[in-house]
């Protein structure tokens, strides 16, 4: 019989408004920066937690909190339930937190269930997903899927303070980052549960959803050449760049729209940017992401042909520029699987599932073990903003969901102790 009472959806809601005030803005807005004192104080309050849930806690070398329940021996390879706990400049409550404080959860339920497990169970509190200090997200996570960058050492804050320096600053050692990084071999795989940050589930009325894939964006500068000339110009003299990027500009969002993928531009600047000048040049950005690398690949190309023709009409050229490129990261049909079986578990018998248009820490722990991600409806698709807000249903229905998750990796795994009885999901 267990003495330990388990967190309610109520409970993790007031520790998320607990975890707000921990903040370096004023008049009730949250910022929550990698290695800030703010960053320190949430990861010693949340160790409490953890610790209060059965778990032995630390700090890894690259300031993520770390809290472990032990499998029915020592030293299993463990299952990591994860989130992170740094924010965006005023920023919601939920995004990233909802998530480590609901594995928390999960964590203390399973514990206090007596239940033993043929692995570890482990809650990650990543620091530093959003990159706002730096200008470089994922660095908790990249320390611990081993594929931090030298380089990024010499990042600078907008105070000039190096990435090496607010280390030391932190009593980080960077000569340790090493020690962060996790083995393949150790990790049974990856759940995180995540707000959506979209308005799609709230428009199927779902609680809840199971992410397919995190989207990889490739970014593009795209660059059209017409020719300047005054005003006075006929149209049929014309080769007014800027009427060539608006025709461009539309018709992407056509072609993006069809093929539900997300294209966004974002920038666009036009020389020489005078009122009674045809423009001669306009530059614009492209950010263009997808549920898989294939369909985004081929829709570029669509994009390409329709720059071509768009120019030959009004003859005019262009050029672009990657700037960025990330893969897609899937999440594995395994994991796939017990994220639906979980919330299958609270009534939803069809689990929608839908793609990831924004990063997660789930992107970089994909490089070492598969991963699953759940999320949870929020109010309008609004995150990354102070009116940031899911309900407390939502909530409750999230810590069963995935606590069946995880029970249903526990039924997934065999048990060198144990070959012929798995117990059933409870
Ligand atoms: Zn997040």
Not at 15 to 22: E, G, H, I, Q, W
Not at 172 to 191: F, K, T
Not at 327 to 345: N, Q, T, W
């Amino acid at each position: 019989m267990s003495v330990l009472a388990s967190t309610s959806a109520a409970e993790i809601l007031e520790r998320c408004d607990r975890l707000a005030t921990f903040s370096s803005l004023p008049d009730g807005l949250i910022q929550r920066v990698y290695l800030s004192k703010e960053h320190r104080e949430v990861n010693d309050l949340v160790a409490e937690w953890m610790r209060q849930a059965g778990m032995r806690t630390w700090q890894d070398a690259a300031g993520n909190l770390c809290g472990r329940l032990e499998g029915r021996e020592q030293g299993l390879p463990a299952l990591l339930l994860g989130s992170h706990l740094d924010t965006v400049p005023s920023a919601g409550r939920y995004d990233g937190i909802l998530g480590v404080l609901s594995a928390i959860a999960v964590v203390e339920r399973i514990h206090s269930s007596g239940r033993e497990l043929p692995f570890a169970l482990e809650v990650v509190a990543f620091a530093d997903e959003e990159g706002t200090r730096f200008g470089r997200a994922l660095l908790g996570s990249r320390a611990l899927a081993g594929t931090w960058e030298d380089e990024w050492w010499a990042l600078e804050d907008e105070h000039g303070v190096s990435l090496r320096q607010a280390y030391l600053d932190f009593g980080l050692d960077p000569s340790r980052i090493g020690d962060a990084a996790r083995r393949p071999e150790e990790l049974v795989g990856y759940l995180e549960s995540h707000i959506e940050q979209g308005p799609y589930l709230e428009d199927e009325n779902k609680a809840l959803g199971v992410v397919s894939s995190i989207a990889g964006a490739r970014r593009f500068l795209i660059t059209i050449h017409g020719r300047a000339g005054h005003s006075g110009t006929p149209y049929e003299r014309r080769r007014d760049a800027l009427a060539g990027a608006s025709d461009a500009i539309l018709a992407i969002e056509r072609i993006a729209r069809s093929a539900q993928l997300i294209a966004t531009v974002g920038h666009l600047e036009v020389w020489p940017d005078a009122v009674n000048v045809i423009p001669g040049r306009v530059e614009f950005s492209l950010d263009l992401r997808g549920e898989y690398d294939s369909e985004r690949d081929r829709i570029w190309n669509v994009i390409q042909d329709m720059l071509s023709d768009i120019c030959r009409q009004r003859r005019l050229r262009w050029e672009s520029v990657q700037t960025h490129s990330a893969p897609a990261a899937s999440c594995s049909p395994r994991l796939k699987g017990v994220i639906s079986d979980g919330i299958r578990a609270t009534g939803d018998q069809r689990p929608m599932s839908l793609f990831s248009k924004a990063g997660h820490d789930a992107m970089a722990v994909a490089e070492i073990t598969e991963i699953g991600m759940m999320f949870i409806r929020c109010e309008g698709g609004v995150s990354h903003h102070p009116d940031e807000h899911v309900t407390e249903d939502d909530v409750a229905k999230a810590l069963d969901a995935f606590e069946a998750a995880v029970l249903a990796v526990v039924d997934d795994t065999p048990d060198p102790l144990d070959p012929v009885s798995p117990t059933p999901v409870g």
